[in-house]
């Protein structure tokens, strides 16, 4: 993920921190090692969802940009203002 860029190619997102999972092993076939590695965003803005696009802005500054869900990339965490 580091170097995962907007739908545009115009901004590179920022990772606050980054964490390694062992999801399964198994120490009679190395096939079965699935590991993950989570990347976290600063807190950012959403402003509007269009189909899998997220259009998101970061939370100090007006710039906003498209980003595009796939099966690498969803939100884990969100809050809503009122």
């Given at each position: 993920m580091p170097g995962?860029?907007?739908?545009h190619g115009n901004i590179q997102?920022?990772?606050?921190?980054h964490q390694f999972k062992i999801i399964s092993s198994s120490i009679h076939?190395?096939?079965?090692?699935?590991?993950?590695i989570l990347y976290y965003t600063?807190?950012?803005r959403l402003h509007r969802v269009t189909g899998d696009y997220l259009l998101l802005g970061l939370n100090?500054?007006?710039d906003t940009f498209i980003l595009k869900l796939n099966d690498d990339i969803f939100?884990?965490?969100y809050s809503e203002e009122s």
């Open positions: 995962a860029w907007d739908t997102l920022a990772f606050e921190r076939d190395r096939q079965q090692h699935k590991v993950a600063p807190p950012l100090d500054t007006t939100i884990c965490n």
